[in-house]
C-alpha cells in the first residue's frame, strides 16, 4: 500500500526550517563561508520564483536541495572557466604587512611526496588539536559540537542553554582565535 503524501512550499517558515541544513551542506562542499551564505540566499530566491513549478512529489527540504545542488555546480563552473578564474582571488593573509591575495591559478602548488603529506597531516592535526585545547572551555565546546560532530544548532542552544545568535558569537570568535594559534604554530611567516 502506498500513499501519495502531497507536499506544500510554506516559504514563511525556510530560514528557520532550512537555513542551518542547507548552509551546512554548502560549507562542506565549498568551505567558504561568504560564499556558502550567498548560495543559501540565492537558493531562496531561486525557489521563491519556482513556486509554480513545485509538484509536491519531494519535500520542501528536498526541493530546496536540488535548487541548491544547481547553485553550487553553476559557482563551481564559474570559477573554472576563464573569466571566473581571473575574478576569485584567493585569500592569503589580511593582515599587517603579509595583507594580500592570490589569483587562484597563480595560487602556489604543494610540492613534496606523499610521505612529506602524511607527516605534515600529522603536525597540522597535533597543532589544531592544541590550539582547541587552548580556547575558553565554552569556545571549544560549541566548535567542536558544530563544527566537528556536526550537530545542529537547534541541539547545540537546547544543550547548552544559549541562543542561537549566541552560538554564532561564539563560534565566530573560536574561529578568529584558532585561526590566529594556527598562524602563530604552524604557518610560517
Known amino acids: 500500500m502506498t500513499t501519495d503524501t502531497k507536499h506544500t512550499l510554506n516559504p514563511d517558515k525556510w530560514i528557520d526550517l532550512h537555513a542551518d541544513y542547507l548552509y551546512n551542506y554548502t560549507i562542506s562542499r565549498v568551505s567558504k563561508s561568504e ?41 563551481y563552473r564559474k570559477i573554472n572557466s576563464n573569466k ?13 604587512e603579509n595583507e594580500g591575495d592570490w589569483i587562484e591559478e597563480r595560487v602556489p602548488q604543494t610540492w613534496g611526496s606523499d610521505a612529506d603529506k602524511a607527516i605534515e597531516t600529522e603536525e597540522l592535526g597535533a597543532t589544531l588539536a592544541a590550539c582547541i585545547e587552548k580556547l575558553p572551555e565554552k569556545y571549544a565546546l560549541v566548535f567542536k559540537m558544530k563544527t566537528m560532530q556536526d550537530f545542529d544548532t537547534e541541539e547545540i542552544c537546547k544543550e547548552l542553554d544559549i541562543t542561537s545568535s549566541n552560538l554564532w558569537v561564539i563560534i565566530h570568535r573560536a574561529r578568529t582565535q584558532l585561526r590566529k594559534c594556527m598562524e602563530d604554530n604552524w604557518f610560517v611567516k
Not at 509538484?55 to 526541493?63: H, I, L, P, V
Not at 571566473?84 to 599587517?96: H, P, Q, S
Open 35 to 75: 560564499v556558502s551564505k550567498d548560495l543559501v540566499q540565492e537558493t531562496f530566491f531561486a525557489g521563491l520564483k519556482a513556486m509554480k513549478n513545485f509538484e509536491g512529489k519531494a519535500s520542501e527540504r528536498t526541493w530546496l536541495i536540488a535548487i541548491l545542488k544547481r547553485k553550487i555546480i553553476d559557482y
Open 84 to 96: 571566473g578564474k581571473a575574478e576569485v582571488r584567493m585569500n592569503f593573509y589580511n593582515d599587517g
